[in-house]
Structure formats: C-alpha cells, structure tokens
C-alpha cells in the first residue's frame, strides 16, 4: 500500500467516523430550536385575543425546513421563528408549501388562514398530512359546520401518526357538540397518548382541558378537576398565563357547579389577576356574574354583564356578547322582569345561530320560551320551540331537545289541548329515560298523570304517578323525592 493509498484510506475513516458526529450536532441544533420556536410562539400568543391554533407540529416542520436553506431571507425568517413571529416563515414558506404557510399564519392571524385554507380546493399528496390541521383552524374561527365537512373529507389512511393524533383532537369536539361523550374520550385519550410520547406538552394540557369538560359534564367533577390540575401544572411550566387564566378560571367554574362558591369565587380572582388581555379579564368576569347570580346577588350580577356588555360591543366580539346576553336574560328572568329577559335572549339566540353554534342557540331559545310563558304569550313561545326542533334536526348538537318536548307539553296543557300535550310529554319522558335524566322524567310523569286525570283517565293517571316517584326515588335528592309526593295522586 503506497503512501497515497494510506492518506485516502484515513480520509475514508475520518468520514465514516466524523460524520454521525456531525449529523448528530446538526441533529441536536434542530431540535433545540424547534423547542425554541415552540415556546417562543406559545409565549407571544399569550398577547393576544386566545383565538389562534397552537399545533407544535406544524411550528416544528417550519423551522426544519428554514434551517436547511442556505439564503439569507431564510436564516432571517428563521431567527424571527425561533423568537415566536411567524410572519416572515410565512412567507418563505408559501412558495414551496402553501398549506404549512396557512396553517403556520393560523398562530397569528387565525381569519386570514382560514380564508386562504376555504380557497384551497385541492390538495397535494405529499402535503395531505397537513389537511389534518385544517378542521382545528375553522372550529377556531366557530366554522363548526366548516369543521365537520372538512373532518369528513379526511381519509385516515392516508396520515401518518403525529396527523391522525390531531385530528383525533378535533373528532372530540365534534363528538361534544353531538353529546356523544363515549367516543370524545376515546379520541382525546388516543391523542393525549401520542402527543405525551411526542413531548408536545402544549396540546397535552389542552387535551386535559377538553377531558375536564366533558368529566365535568358527566359529573366526574374529581376526575374533571385532577385533568384541571395537570393543565395548570403544564402552563404554569410553560409560562402560558392567557391558558394559565383560562384553566383557572375553568376550576372556579367546576367549583361553582358543585356549590362550593367560597372556592370558586377564590379561583376567579386568581384567574383574573392572572389575566394578560382585555378579553380573558371580560369572559372571567362573566362567570363571576355568573357566581354572583348563583349566589343570589342579581344586582351585583348585573352591574358585571352590564360592563362586559360595553367591552364587547366595542370590540365587535360577537362570541363574548352572545354569552354576555345570554346571562343578561338570566338576570331578568331571576328579576321576574320577563318582557327584558325575552329581548336579552333572544338576540342571544340570533347570535349563536349565527355562530352555528346549535347547543347555545338551543339552550337561549328555550330559555326565551320560557320567558314568553311567563308573560302569557304561549303561541309564540310554542312557534319559537318549534323552530328550535326544526334547527336541531338539521344540525347535530349537545342540548337536551327533551326540555324543548317537554315545554310543547305543558304550553299545551295550559291551552287545554291534552291529547297534543300528551304526545310531546310521553316524546320527552323517553328521551329523559334513556339519557337516564331521572329529574325530567320525573317530572314529566307527573304531567303525564296530570293530564291524564282531567281527562279522566284515573288508572293511568295513578300509574304515571308511581313512574314518578320511582323516578325521583333514583335521584337520591331527599327534597325533590319530597317535592314529587307532593304533586302525585294519592
């Protein structure tokens, strides 16, 4: 072996040593600086008003592709990335990726995204993967019905992992708007499991959020308030305080539905002091009027909305003002000053049908009803809940529709017709029977026996009347079982 063949056998070596060593540090310089990004991004949008996505994903993939380029707009736009500002990324990105450019701009201006990503007809399939992002930018923007077409349009086998866990998030949202708890939990557990192993700890506390909502719905509230705790745990970690807030807030909320007001009213104050933005500091002072009304402070509660009524309409935040009404109705409707509590509803109801979202324009619509009952305005009330009926059986939604057959029934029983009132109480008792509502059915057995005794049907009235009690008796609610003996046949 000449000299020459020794020199380029030690060349040979040095490469085959040397370059895992250097891919390694390649390696571990994109890995520190996606982390960077991730923080940087989630930390920046603590400013503002908490409507943009957050996928570490997509910021991770945007900063792999800057650190490969060579030019020096790139390493500009990149520095900028890691610092939390998207925007120059954005626009390197969109003439090689223009969906990871979308759905990358959703982390600062989520209404612009959302317009570009209703533009794109068709997708690349090497960019398909990313299409999993989509539905979370129109929920975002409370496109539910934007959401849904685009979950629909989603073929599994075409996305990888990583993909497939977001849009296994997004599926529990759809899941929650339909009432269909079972299958949330099970999507959310299959993200939480993949976005934990991926150490993408902003999504894993936000799936401890939604699994808090939908334990707190189900009146899991210990298990609902550990998934609350470990959310915390996470943005206190990360220096998130608009989520920070936002989750605190939440606990005061599952404090308030158990009752334990003095604990809630505690978490609220520490969420509002908490609070970085204008917005988050109106949405936590509307669940204290929320606290106060509960409370039996209605004025207190009152002068709350009446404020955050004003920050809202300035800011033109249809969202905020929606729920803003809706508890300005409930106000005076614990006020009995009905004639306000119809108006305040009712353009709450307008609002959230415009926001598509079904299960709050239900829930104001009811309550409007219910308020044009109380002033003895029955046929619009009856014109009202039907139109709610013909809504939700278009539209997929979380709200009871029994309570909607349930005051068909008793509008109709005070109008003396007993026959229709019959059917759409007996529509209602099934429902309530088969969500096991026990409260409900109770009480429309009680109707039941009700109107089956003026129309002189003794032994049926008698049967609904022990149907009643052995529905209160499976409360276990001492003063509701009471309550129920009181109004059956003896």
Same mark, same amino acid.
């Given at each position: 072996m000449n000299i020459f063949e020794d020199i380029f056998f030690v060349l040979i070596l040095a490469v085959v040593l040397l370059l895992p060593l250097g891919w390694w540090r390649i390696r571990a310089r994109l890995k520190y600086l996606q982390k960077m990004a991730r923080t940087n991004v989630l930390r920046r949008q603590q400013k503002m008003d908490g409507s943009q996505i957050y996928s570490s994903w997509i910021i991770d993939?945007?900063?792999?592709?800057? %650190?490969?380029?060579?030019?020096?707009?790139?390493?500009?736009?990149?520095?900028?990335?890691?610092?939390?500002?998207?925007?120059?990324?954005?626009?390197?990105?969109?003439?090689?990726?223009?969906?990871?450019?979308?759905?990358?701009?959703?982390?600062?201006?989520?209404?612009?995204?959302?317009?570009?990503?209703?533009?794109?007809?068709?997708?690349? %399939?090497?960019? %398909?993967?990313?299409?999993?992002?989509?539905?979370?930018?129109?929920?975002?923007?409370?496109?539910?019905?934007?959401?849904?077409?685009?979950?629909e349009q989603m073929q599994q086998r075409k996305l990888h992992q990583i993909a497939r866990a977001y849009n296994d998030y997004m599926q529990t949202h759809l899941c929650?708007?339909?009432?269909?708890?079972?299958? #949330?939990?099970?999507?959310?557990?299959? #993200?939480l499991k993949f976005f934990k192993k991926r150490g993408y700890v902003a999504e894993e506390a936000a799936c401890y959020i939604k699994l808090a909502e939908i334990y707190r719905l189900c009146c899991m509230n210990d298990t609902a308030e550990t998934m !609350?705790?470990?959310?915390?745990?996470?943005?206190? !970690?990360?220096? $998130?305080?608009?989520?920070?807030? #936002? $989750?605190?807030?939440?606990?005061?909320?599952?404090m308030l539905f158990e009752g334990r007001n003095e604990e809630a009213e505690a978490y609220y104050e520490q969420a509002l002091l908490l609070a970085p933005t204008e917005k988050m500091q109106a949405d936590i002072i509307n669940q204290q009027a929320l606290l106060e009304l509960t409370s039996?402070?209605?004025?207190?509660?009152?002068?709350?909305?009446?404020?955050?009524?004003?920050? %809202?309409?300035?800011?033109?935040?249809?969202?905020?003002?929606a729920f803003c009404l809706q508890l300005e109705?409930?106000?005076?409707?614990?006020?009995?000053?009905?004639?306000? $509590?119809?108006?305040?509803?009712?353009?709450? $109801?307008e609002l959230y049908l415009q926001q598509r979202n079904y299960t709050a324009y239900a829930e104001s619509g009811y309550s409007t009803a219910n308020a044009l009952c109380k002033i003895n305005k029955f046929a619009q009330a009856e014109k009202l809940s039907k139109q709610i009926l013909n809504v939700l059986k278009k539209h997929k939604s979380g709200f009871h529709v029994a309570n909607v057959y349930s005051l068909l029934g008793l509008i109709n029983m005070e109008n003396n017709n007993l026959s229709v009132a019959e059917k759409w109480l007996q529509k209602s008792l099934t429902l309530e029977q088969q969500s096991n509502r026990y409260t409900g059915a109770a009480a429309d057995a009680v109707n039941l026996a009700i109107t089956q005794q003026l129309r002189g049907n003794i032994e049926q009235a008698h049967t609904y009347s022990k149907q009643a009690l052995e529905f209160a008796k499976k409360t276990e609610d001492n003063e509701f079982i009471e309550l129920i003996k009181s109004k059956i046949l003896h």
């Open positions: 993939k945007s900063v792999k592709y800057l %650190y490969f380029r060579r030019h020096k707009k790139a390493k500009k736009a990149l520095a900028k990335l890691t610092g939390g500002r998207v925007n120059e990324a954005v626009d390197i990105l969109r003439t090689k990726n223009g969906l990871l450019a979308d759905l990358l701009l959703a982390h600062h201006c989520l209404a612009k995204s959302f317009t570009n990503l209703k533009k794109r007809k068709q997708i690349p %399939y090497f960019q %398909y993967h990313y299409a999993a992002l989509r539905p979370l930018v129109a929920w975002q923007m409370f496109g539910v019905e934007q959401a849904q077409v685009w979950l929650i708007n339909s009432g269909d708890m079972q299958n #949330a939990v099970q999507h959310l557990q299959r #993200a !609350l705790d470990a959310a915390i745990k996470i943005y206190r !970690l990360q220096g $998130a305080v608009l989520h920070l807030s #936002a $989750a605190i807030a939440s606990k005061g909320m599952l039996g402070k209605i004025d207190v509660a009152l002068k709350k909305v009446r404020k955050t009524h004003r920050f %809202y309409e300035k800011m033109h935040h249809n969202i905020g003002l109705g409930q106000i005076f409707y614990e006020k009995m000053n009905y004639s306000k $509590a119809v108006s305040s509803l009712q353009k709450a $109801a």
